[in-house]
């Protein structure tokens, strides 16, 4: 069983857990070795099963082929692990603003509603 979060009944998704290193090394072409690295530089987190065998999702997979297409680039390693750190950054600050933009367009409706409320009533 692999040690990430999983609830019953709850579709991991593209998180899910289900490729061998080997797996995943026929599917890119990324030796076990390179996976490894980028496991230890934070790349990509593969869960783990209870034997301690690496398990991959789909998303370790597209992070693993984003890596080897800017190696394939020219981009080293320490470029690599920068560029997909700020991908990741950028990632999550578009989400963040999502949810401000959602929750100001929230507050200007309860304002605009409050503004109606107050408002007299002509004569």
């Known amino acids: 069983m692999p040690k990430t979060p999983r609830r019953r009944g709850v579709d991991l998704g593209k998180h899910q857990p289900k490729y061998s290193i080997t797996t995943v090394t ?3 072409g990324v ?3 390179q996976l490894r690295r980028m ?3 934070s790349i990509i987190k593969p869960a783990r099963s209870a034997g301690g065998t ?3 999702s789909d998303a370790d ?3 693993v082929e984003r890596a080897r297409h800017l190696a394939d680039e020219g981009v080293n390693q320490a470029g690599i692990e920068r560029i997909m750190a700020l991908e990741d950054a950028l990632q ?3 989400g963040r603003t999502v949810v401000a933009e959602a929750e100001t367009e929230r507050l200007r409706q309860e304002q605009s509603s409050a503004a109606k409320e107050v408002t007299p009533s002509p004569k």
Do not use: L
């Open 26 to 28: 026929e599917m890119t």
């Open 31 to 33: 030796p076990p070795q």
């Open 39 to 41: 496991e230890q530089a």
């Open 54 to 56: 690496r398990r991959y």
């Open 61 to 63: 997979v597209t992070q």
């Open 92 to 94: 999550e600050a578009k």
